[in-house]
């Protein structure tokens, strides 16, 4: 993995589900409790280009791991991240209620000039947090990934 602020034991793999998480790691970010293990670092992502990710996020395979502030402005020196259109917000369900517990959203990152790249960011927020501490839900949990659609 390319994270190297987390000591962890050889074989270990990061593949949680969406429920996983909103639940074990985004709500407990958000609500100040621990989490173990502590794996996913906090970053702001905006003055990254998707790229310059390796070493600062947390990676297994493809994929990068990492919280972030929650901003309206999703650019980069580079170029930005957009909607991806026909996918609105998805929502995460318990699997043992079906209640919602999050909501995800897909980004593309459009170079400068306006061209699409193959990066695409999986942005999830919480749901149904309480108010006293929606104020500390800022923090959102973000995977970024490059996919070779052609």
């Known amino acids: 993995m390319g994270s190297s602020t987390v000591n962890l034991p050889p074989g270990f793999r990061f593949c949680p589900s969406d429920e996983e998480l909103?639940?074990?790691?985004?709500?407990?970010?958000?609500?100040l409790l621990p989490c173990h293990p502590d794996v996913i670092p906090d970053l702001g992502l905006y003055p990254y280009d998707p790229w310059?990710?390796?070493?600062?996020?947390?990676?297994?395979?493809k994929q990068r791991y990492f919280y972030s502030r929650r901003?309206?402005?999703?650019?980069t020196s580079n170029g930005c991240w957009k909607p991806m259109a026909?996918?609105?917000?998805?929502?995460?369900?318990?699997?043992?209620?079906?209640?919602?517990?999050?909501?995800?959203r897909y980004f593309?990152?459009?170079?400068?000039?306006?061209?699409?790249?193959?990066?695409?960011?999986?942005?999830?927020?919480?749901?149904?947090?309480?108010?006293?501490?929606s104020t500390k839900t800022r923090n959102r949990r973000k995977q970024v990934r490059e996919s070779h659609r052609n």
């Not at 909103?22 to 609500?31: I, S, T």
């Not at 026909?86 to 995800?104: H, P, Q």
Request: charged letters at 25%.
């Open 108 to 133: 593309l990152f459009y170079t400068a000039d306006g061209i699409r790249t193959n990066w695409v960011m999986e942005e999830y927020r919480l749901s149904g947090f309480g108010t006293s501490a």
């Open 22 to 31: 909103v639940v074990h790691f985004l709500h407990r970010k958000a609500a």
């Open 52 to 61: 310059q990710l390796d070493g600062k996020a947390l990676s297994e395979g």
């Open 86 to 104: 026909g996918r609105g917000e998805e929502l995460v369900l318990a699997s043992d209620s079906n209640k919602t517990v999050g909501t995800k």
């Open 71 to 75: 901003t309206q402005n999703k650019i």
